[in-house]
């Protein structure tokens, strides 16, 4: 073989290599995400369960609500992602699974249930500080942007 060919070789060689080394880690990186929030979600369970046995219900309103704002807002953005069918080949997902009947079902729960965590409370929170003043205003932001996101996920899936 000559030294170009040699040359060639290796350089597909490695462009090989770095592209499973991608797919692997890429992998193995979302599946590692997927485990991390298993405890916390696991201990967060257990408190509400804990309190279920006991006869208090609003922690799990809280947490329910919560998972179906989580699930309407990380659909939109799961929904605007670009790489969204190349993520799901490389985490194992079907890329042939249809968000629709999830988001639906979220949509017209959410339509129907006005969620607990819209509006303000930025008066609950301590200004003293310009710091604790700008903490407030970004608070007051991001929860004004999420409500926003998920209006906009009802209006464009719910049914009832």
Known sequence: MSRRHITVLAFLTAIVGVAVGFLLGAREGSHLAQIAVGPPRGALAARVLVDLKAGQSDAAKIVFESEVDRGLFDAYELLDSPSRQLTGTLVGIDPSYSLDNYLTRLANYR???PSPFKGEFA???RT???EQRAFAAETTQ?????ARIIDLMVQ???TK
């Open 128 to 130: 003293d500080t310009p």
């Open 142 to 146: 991001r929860n004004r942007e999420g």
């Open 156 to 158: 464009r899936y719910a």
């Open 123 to 125: 008066a609950e929170l």
């Open 111 to 113: 339509k129907a249930n």
